[in-house]
């Protein structure tokens, strides 16, 4: 991303829209920072959860800017989890819906991440938060089936399954959700973000998919799947044919609108949208940057 899609991105975010002087101000002094002060720094990231933030954290840094860089999506999260409820984290990066998840709301999470370095950027965010009681970190890979894969290791928000045109790759361990999942409970929500790799991911969880405590997916849809020659509208329809549907989230007034089909980034799809809305509608308020929504 440009610096002036950069800078457009973060005074045109909903948190920012009302004093983007201060957000513009953030910008400018992270990148400071990184000029002068090579040690990461601990960011509060909600009134109950902080992120340990170093420099090319990609997404971390967009949480600086923007208070939350996924506003919908996470927005979703901290107002549809509850404490009893399970969450998985399924490409995980450095934690940020991790430390939503069970730093802020306590709810008891599975985070995966299958790149040596970025886990152990994850681990220390679930340490500082102190939430290793609740939160089950993997270094592993999911598809849909047990075994190992070949994947990319310094694209930091970026890594990916590796394919034929990718250099500086490692070898990880693969598990199915299904199998991860065996013995646990059933997660109320799931996020997958896996770099175009979701339609493994989704072979691999057709036991939890069917599940009708599982009640949301946030799944990112962007056309990455075509490097692994992958159909996302085949995605699309399955869910559908679950019985979730596409919809966007207003965490002002707490409302799901029920779109045609994905966007171009993360969907929410909702299945059972009464239970849904009225967990959305009575949930606790989280206070992000000054505002409290």
């Not at 592993?140 to 990718?166: M, Y």
């Not at 020659?229 to 549907?245: A, C, R, S, V």
């Amino acid at each position: 991303m440009s610096l002036i899609s950069s800078i457009n991105f973060i005074i045109n975010h909903p948190l920012n829209k009302d004093n983007k002087v201060k957000a513009v101000s953030r910008f400018i002094k992270w990148q400071l920072n990184n000029i002068i002060n090579p040690y990461p720094i601990i960011y509060p990231f909600t009134d109950k959860s902080k992120l340990i933030i170093k420099k090319g954290m990609k997404g971390a840094t967009g949480n600086l800017y923007c208070g939350l860089h996924e506003y919908q999506d996470m927005f979703f999260l901290l107002h549809f989890l509850k404490e009893s409820d399970m969450f998985v984290d399924i490409g995980a990066n450095i934690g940020s819906y991790t430390v939503l998840a069970a730093g802020h709301i306590n709810a008891k999470t599975i985070s995966i991440e299958p790149v040596p370095s970025t886990y152990s950027n994850l681990i220390n965010n679930i340490s500082i938060n102190n939430i290793q009681n609740i939160v089950e970190a993997l270094n592993i890979a999911l598809g849909s089936e047990k075994g190992n894969i070949s994947f990319t290791k310094t694209q930091d928000t970026s890594n990916h399954v590796a394919t034929q045109f990718d250099k500086e790759v490692i070898n990880v361990n693969v598990n199915t959700l299904d199998k991860i999942l065996f013995d646990k409970k059933v997660p109320a929500l799931i996020k997958i973000d896996v770099e175009g790799f979701e339609t493994e991911v989704l072979n691999g969880a057709a036991q939890t998919l069917i599940h009708d405590d599982l009640k949301a997916i946030i799944i990112e849809l962007n056309g990455l799947g075509a490097r692994y020659n992958y159909d996302e509208t085949l995605i699309h329809k399955k869910l559908i044919d679950l019985g979730f549907k596409p919809h966007i989230y207003n965490p002002i007034n707490r409302t799901l609108t029920e779109v045609k089909t994905f966007g171009s980034h993360n969907t929410i799809y909702i299945r059972d949208i009464d239970s849904v809305t009225e967990r959305l509608k009575t949930s606790a308020k989280v206070k992000i940057l000054e505002k409290t929504i």
